[in-house]
């Protein structure tokens, strides 16, 4: 576990920040990552239970608000949200920590392989948070790629694009495990694709195409290996399952 | 709210609860502390389940969550469900019912779950259900039987009446048939009993059986009720005052001499009581494998050693208030170590040049130290010369070399242990172990006191696999009482059980196969070396097992087989279910598909010409083992098998699983889905029942006022049913019911010896004690019986002709008496006397149960990626004392079994550190990973059992990796010689074809 000195519940985002200014300051959605950290230095959790996060709208657009503390499960559980999102939020965490872990906590902790992550990405997600200077919309790839933007922020929220059709597809060691990796793709109302890879770089990727063609950019990806899949095989793999979601969104 | 001590309030199943806590205090933690006993510890960061809770009614694990983060919200656990003495919700009934409840150990978190899906979804689907125990680990069950539980709880929520649990009987498919059973196979890989349900035993009869009131039935378990309304049953479940906590320091170092400890800053730290290391604790050698008199050498073990040999090895322990307390003070001793060169293969390190992990001068009878060989096994039923001719004689000759990897029990309940000294001074220890009595023998010695002076309790077990077969932590436990002279508790973490407990023996397997024109087998040479880890422990005894029930499954005229077992510097290897024989089946039972394949013959024809049958012998059995190493043996000496089923095993599991599919090229291929290839495999085993001529069970028996019993015995239930099992004989011969059998075990001041729970010996070997201390005590009421029937009208009766049923004893004529008024007029009125009994057994039998078991694969050769679809097992376990309890075991057994085939695996960095010693990383099967399952019991009648009863609780871990390697054989054409199956090694393979 980790060793906490100090439990600050704020009741507002303004308490929030200030609490974020103590040294060892940590926020905590729901808490399943960072009290699991077996962290040595004390930290003081800054829970964000009781800022009222947890929605889940229509805004505007057509796009749909993620409350930053809403947990996994509730967005399983919710018919406003895609089906493949609903269905990476199911896969992304087993039920007790999915009725824990939240969609704040899923994008600060950027697990390279989740399968969320990736789908969010197709989906154009954007991150809002808040920092003293005021509220900023961030890219949810740009994100993932320089988390310093994060700095003495709080993710409020993330909005998605919810048209188009989505396909996901991925390996792991068996049908429940989390992916050694993860291929996602989407064809909006645009006929616009996108696609998004997890398990082949620090954190989830989108993949940008060149002339209408992903192949190349994949093949240059050098995936971090590790035991469950060499950089070599998560590369191969990357190159099959991307294939197969193109494909299937058409 | 700021603060640095924090007040909780929490509404705890409906009332409220204010409570001061630590502000890194886990929910766990607290509501153990306010009595909530169901809720318990599996690791640190949520994936097993076992400490899950309901807040605001939605499951969550409250060993992940602050307690602080509960301020202000409802929690509800287990203990709000449970009413009046014999009342059980809904719920629970259905998971009493339905057989769910193996350990028990997470039956809270189940319950609640299945609570918190309900009150949602009152009418679940089977996906729904899995998805909503993701969150739950089970290494027990296979799941198969909770998901049928939250299906009987759903039904009697809407107000309906499930189906009792109760066996499906199938139609025998060979020899003699019994007509008219009511529910009976049809299509090959379907059967009505699976379009019912996965969970329920199939059961196929057999005429030879005689079949009785009790035994046979689908009793529920004895311990059910408590389990299932969350009672503190489990080690850890108390509170003594003044308790202080352990904490270990451990090696990061594989390999490493301690040149100094300094431990002067951590007793400074106020709250610290001890710290023991090897210069103050004495060096005392043993082997921590809990194995009857005399332990087999090396001992090459002491407490606290001046030397570490694996990451992990323990260094130092320390007593101290509170956990974080004994945390810090184990991060305050300074050690200085002197790094050696360290090796983690098994061939390597027997070969030339290795680093020498035993070269301290006190250890004796290690086989070869400088080679770091810990033990040489051989044994062979000809001479080699005559197993030299044999091979020149076969038409072809086969040679693979295979390679199994190192894998971890994973218990839910970690090992936990907590000794105190009592009024008398004695030491008493209370801990999850599955041999209290070897426990209590070997500590004597390491902490100077006579057997005399301990007493273990072992409480209910959370489950152990082999684990616990060991002493672990009960030294340590040991020490420190006896330094502070206070309760001690140490309970293991996750990353300790990975590192610090034991493992399955990795082992590079060589075959050499002759065989002739037919294929039938003329010779098998094999070859082991095995990987021990860094202390010998039960490396003699598995890996003889190895050869063992490797070479009894095929009758050959010639075997041979030569072990060597090696130390290296990784985790240490030890007793895992199964026992060596999962090791020897997968590289034997791979090389049978290949050699059918090259001969271009069916794998079970092959097998079919070779397996052993009724009357054969089990030639290479004594030529290894403990009582081993017999040259020259009579062949009317020789032990021979006294009950097969395999034949019908075989039968229902081809039948079961679609066999005739692997020649199928539409199915085989599915248009629709080019990268995908489907096969199916098979496997077939052999595993023992109890140790012959050492495995001894005792039992006592005692007749109470009111007609019920005390059973007594120190045989030990992980969870496996076999408290419910004894239970189920005892009744069975004194016409009682299951319900009248009060079960206590184990204790060692209380209860009659037992080597423990290992070897498949507890229903054969403890299992005939109980049936003989019934039969004594059945023989005292007949005596009383007949002389209180006899003095009414109708004369005398014959105490031999007494029959006991329905909870009387009966005359022939009719006249009965209750066993209530037998007991009343023993202890009260008539020549009193304690009707009563005490009976041992031992066996120089250990008669082999059979298993077919079946796997249903599709590959995806574009990832490599393998996905089990359904699995069979068939098992031969003699007479099934109880069907749903032995299909619970084989269920588990499958699950357990099928994660060693595709995803576990202890993997090491360069140093020798664990990279996955978290749950998660180590992957086992969750209930949504589960493919559908089939068991089918096939009755015999094992002559030297009770009531016919043989073992069945390890076979099934033999042979579904092989079965899942001859699927993808068979998928594919690819032959892999390692398992586990993981995407990448899968691909590899392909592509190198």
Not at chain 2, 296 to 308: A, G, N, R
Not at chain 2, 587 to 592: I, V
Request: glycine share 8%; with cysteine; hydrophobic share 40%.
């Amino acid at each position: 576990m980790a060793s906490v000195s100090l439990y600050m519940r704020p009741g507002t985002l303004e308490e929030a920040l200030l609490s974020l200014g103590r040294p060892g300051a940590v926020v905590v959605g729901g808490g399943t990552k960072v009290n699991s950290a077996s962290s040595l230095e004390p930290v003081v959790v800054v829970d964000l239970q009781g800022l009222g996060l947890d929605t889940i709208e229509k805004v505007a657009d057509g796009r749909l608000l993620l409350g930053a503390t809403a947990s996994l499960r509730r967005v399983v559980e919710s018919p406003r949200v895609p089906e493949a999102v609903r269905e990476a939020a199911r896969r992304e965490e087993p039920s007790t920590l999915g009725n824990m872990a939240t969609i704040g906590g899923c994008v600060a902790g950027a697990d390279p392989a989740s399968e969320l992550l990736a789908t969010l990405l197709v989906h154009d997600a954007l991150v809002t948070s808040v920092t003293k200077e005021g509220e900023r919309a961030i890219e949810l790839g740009a994100l993932l790629l320089d988390p310093a933007q994060l700095a003495a922020g709080i993710i409020t929220s993330v909005t998605i694009d919810t048209d188009g059709v989505t396909a996901a597809v991925r390996t792991g060691r068996t049908v429940a495990d989390r992916p050694i990796v993860a291929a996602v793709a989407r064809r909006n109302s645009m006929g616009e694709r996108r696609l998004a890879l997890a398990g082949v770089a620090v954190t989830p990727v989108s993949v940008i195409a060149a002339h209408d063609s992903f192949d190349d950019a994949i093949r240059s990806l050098h995936p971090p290996g590790d035991f469950r899949g060499s950089e070599e095989y998560r590369r191969e793999l990357a190159v099959v399952l991307a294939r197969r979601v193109l494909e299937e969104i058409g | 709210m700021e603060t640095t001590n924090v007040d909780v309030e929490i509404v705890l199943n409906g009332k409220r609860l204010q409570a001061g806590c630590a502000p890194g205090e886990t929910l766990l933690s607290l509501l153990r502390r306010n009595g909530c006993f169901s809720v318990r510890y599996g690791s640190e960061t949520g994936e097993t389940g076992a400490a899950a809770v309901l807040l605001d009614g939605r499951l969550v694990s409250s060993d992940v969550l602050l307690a602080v983060q509960a301020h202000g919200h409802e929690v509800t656990t287990l203990e709000s469900l449970s009413g009046a003495r014999d009342e059980l919700h809904p719920i629970q009934a259905a998971f009493v019912e339905s057989g769910a409840l193996q350990s028990g150990y997470s039956a809270g978190a189940m319950v609640l779950c299945t609570k918190a899906l309900l009150d949602r979804c009152p009418d679940p689907s089977d996906a729904q259900i899995r998805d909503a125990l993701s969150g739950i680990l089970d290494r027990e069950t296979g799941y198969a039987k909770v998901v049928d539980a939250v299906h009987r709880a759903a039904a009697l929520l809407r107000g309906e009446k499930p189906e009792p649990m109760e066996p499906v009987f199938v139609d025998r498919l060979t020899g003699e048939h019994e007509p008219g059973q009511d529910r009976t196979v049809h299509d090959e890989g379907t059967t009505d009993a699976v379009r019912e349900s996965g969970a329920l035993p199939r059961l196929v009869r057999s005429p030879e059986v005689p079949h009785g009131a009790v035994v046979g039935k689908p009793e529920k378990k004895v311990d059910s009720v408590r389990l299932v309304k969350g009672h503190p049953a489990f080690t850890d479940d108390i509170d003594l005052r003044g308790m202080l906590y352990a904490k270990v320091l451990r090696s990061p170092h594989a390999h490493a001499r301690i040149v100094a400890i300094d431990d002067s800053a951590a007793l400074a730290l106020p709250g610290v009581h001890a710290v023991l290391h090897h210069l103050n604790t004495p060096r005392v050698k043993y082997a921590s494998g809990g194995q009857s008199w005399p332990n087999p050498q090396p001992w090459d073990q002491v407490s606290f050693d001046d030397k570490v040999r694996h990451v992990g090895d323990r260094v130092a322990a320390v007593a101290a208030e509170t956990p974080g307390i004994a945390d810090e003070a184990c991060r305050r001793i300074e050690v200085t170590y002197e790094v050696l060169p360290a090796v983690f293969d098994e061939v390597e390190a027997i070969s030339p040049g290795a680093p020498v992990i035993h070269d301290e001068p006190d250890t004796l009878g290690i086989y070869d130290a400088p080679r770091n060989v810990s033990h040489h096994i051989e044994g062979q039923t000809v001479t080699d010369a005559q197993l030299e001719e044999a091979f020149g004689r076969a038409e072809r000759v086969f040679e693979e070399t295979f390679h199994v990897h190192q894998v971890q029990h994973t218990p839910i309940e970690p090992h936990v242990a907590i000794g105190w000294l009592d009024e008398d001074d004695r030491l008493v220890l209370r801990s999850s172990t599955q041999v209290p009595f070897h426990v209590r023998r070997m500590l004597a010695p390491l902490v100077g006191l006579p057997v005399k002076d301990i007493r273990v309790i072992k409480p209910r077990l959370g489950g152990g696999f082999g684990s616990k077969q060991e002493m672990l932590i009960e030294d340590i436990v040991a020490h420190l009482v006896l330094a502070t002279r206070r309760p001690v508790r140490l309970e293991l973490t996750r990353a300790e059980e990975f590192a610090g407990t034991r493992t399955r023996h990795a082992q590079t397997i060589s075959i050499k196969t002759g065989v002739d024109r037919e294929g039938h087998l003329l010779a098998q040479d094999v070859r082991v070396v095995s990987n021990t880890g860094a202390y010998g422990t039960h490396g003699f005894t598995v890996n003889s097992v190895s050869g063992q029930h490797g070479l009894s499954m095929y009758n050959c005229p010639a075997k041979r087989y030569r072990c060597d077992v090696a130390y290296t510097n990784r985790p240490v290897a030890g007793a895992f279910r199964g026992y060596g024989a999962p090791q020897a089946f997968f590289a034997l039972e791979s090389q049978m598909d290949d050699i059918a394949t090259a001969l271009g013959m069916d794998p079970i024809e092959l097998r079919r010409r070779n397996w052993v049958r009724s009357g054969d012998p089990l030639d290479i059995v004594p030529r290894l083992g403990e009582r081993g190493g017999v040259e020259e043996i009579a062949p009317e000496d020789l032990p021979h098998v006294t009950s097969c089923g395999l034949e019908e095993c075989v039968e229902q599991g081809r039948r079961a699983v679609g066999w005739s599919r692997r020649t199928d090229p539409a199915w085989k291929r599915p248009w629709r889905r080019p990268s995908i290839r489907r096969g199916i495999g098979c496997a077939i085993a052999i595993q023992g029942s109890g140790i012959p001529d050492i495995d001894m069970g005792a039992c006592s028996l005692k007749m109470n006022d009111d007609g019920s019993f005390n059973l007594l015995f120190g045989a030990t239930d992980l969870g496996t049913g076999a408290d419910t099992v004894l239970a189920q004989i005892a009744a069975e011969v004194l016409g009682s019911r299951v319900e009248d059998i009060v079960v206590y075990a184990s204790d060692t001041d209380l209860t009659p010896f037992d080597v423990g729970a290992y070897a498949s010996s507890t229903t054969y070997i403890s299992g005939m004690a109980v049936k003989k201390a019934a039969q004594a005590v059945r023989q005292r009421i007949a005596v009383r019986a007949a002389r209180l029937i006899g003095t009414g009208d109708g004369g005398a009766v014959r105490p031999e002709d007494v029959e006991l049923h329905d909870r009387r004893a009966w005359a022939p004529d009719g006249r009965s008496v209750s066993l209530e008024d037998v007991a009343l007029n023993a202890l009260h009125t008539e020549d009193q006397e304690q009707i009563m009994a005490v009976a041992s057994h031992v066996s120089d039998d250990s008669p082999p149960p059979f298993v077919a078991q079946f796997a249903e694969v599709e590959v995806d050769v574009d990832t490599g990626q393998v996905n089990v679809t359904k699995l069979v097992t068939a098992v031969d376990c003699g007479f099934p004392i109880n069907p749903v309890t032995a299909s619970g075991q084989v269920e588990g057994c499958m699950a357990q079994a099928l994660g060693y085939a595709l995803c576990e695996e202890l993997v090491l960095d360069e140093r020798g550190r664990v990279v996955n010693d978290r749950l998660g990383p180590y992957w086992i099967m969750r209930a949504d990973d589960m493919p559908a399952t089939e068991v089918l019991l096939v009755e015999t009648m094992e002559p030297s059992g009770p009531f016919g009863a043989k073992s069945v609780a390890e076979v099934p871990m033999d042979g579904i990796a092989p079965a899942v390697r001859n699927a993808i054989l068979d998928a594919t054409g690819v032959s892999i010689g390692s398992i586990p199956f993981t995407p990448e090694r899968v691909w590899r393979a392909l592509r190198a074809s």
